[in-house]
């Protein structure tokens, strides 16, 4: 069964820095894209960051582009999301998904975390 845990979620203050992790369970974890995924209340789920299965392709959304870092150690089964430079916008829940497109379309994606929530505070 597949299962993805998201952790490192927290409250900083506009500029500060987090880095989100996700761990993969149950799936052949480095043959799938994975896409970090945000939604803020009241408004509809935001692909942030995709990762190709091998790491060496990447793509962000225009919000976050030079600010965050998406990265993934296939060793662990895990995907990271280094956030620096944080603004109020950027509070939401924050879900990693696992899905066989390469995209930041969260309809192309069945499988997903549980979320971990980050609040951003000016």
């Known amino acids: 069964q597949v299962q993805l845990v998201e952790s490192g979620g927290g409250s900083v203050q506009t500029g500060g820095s987090l880095r989100l992790s996700c761990v993969g369970y149950?799936?052949?974890?480095?043959?799938?894209?994975m896409t970090w995924f945000r939604q803020a209340p009241g408004k509809e789920r935001e692909g942030v960051a995709l990762?190709?299965?091998?790491?060496?392709?990447?793509s962000y959304a225009d919000s976050v582009k030079g600010r965050f870092t998406i990265s993934r150690d296939n060793a662990k089964n895990t995907l990271y999301l280094q956030m620096n430079s944080l603004k109020p916008e950027d509070t939401a829940m924050y879900y990693c998904?696992?899905?066989?497109?390469?995209?930041?379309?969260?309809?192309?994606?069945?499988?997903w975390g549980q979320g971990t929530q980050v609040t951003v505070s000016s």
């Open positions: 998904a696992a899905g066989s497109v390469c995209s930041l379309l969260a309809r192309f994606f069945t499988k």
């Open positions: 990762i190709g299965p091998d790491g060496t392709s990447t």
């Open positions: 149950g799936y052949r974890y480095s043959t799938y894209c």
